[in-house]
């Protein structure tokens, strides 16, 4: 499965941005966002599940949206209330098969 990202840049804390990952074909797993931070470990932000159940980072819950589309091909992540620690390279993921598939990450920064 090939997955393209796009959707990264700079905004202001405070402000939103919405990534989106298209899929090469329908994904019946679960799909997400992954996120690395400078010097730290990538850490799960948002997971969706194929009946649309959704599990966030605490970081991140009331702020993000993870959603996806009935036709299973593409998921976005929705995030609002910005701040600057959510500065990162953010990677979407494709469950299928038992095999994980991730995209090219795409940067996002926060910053004034």
């Known amino acids: 499965v090939q997955l393209q990202a796009s959707g990264g840049g700079l905004v202001q804390p405070g402000g939103s941005l919405r990534l989106s990952c298209a899929a090469s074909r329908n994904i019946f797993g679960v799909m997400g966002w992954y996120r690395q931070a400078p010097g730290k470990q990538r850490e799960l932000v948002a997971a969706i599940a194929s009946d649309h159940t959704t599990n966030y980072a605490d970081s991140v819950k009331g702020r993000f949206i993870a959603s996806r589309d009935n036709a299973k091909t593409t998921v976005t992540l929705q995030m609002n209330k910005l701040k600057p620690e959510d500065t990162a390279v953010y990677y979407c993921?494709?469950?299928?098969?038992?095999?994980?598939?991730w995209g090219q990450g795409t940067l996002v920064t926060v910053s004034s």
């Open positions: 993921f494709a469950d299928l098969e038992g095999f994980r598939s």
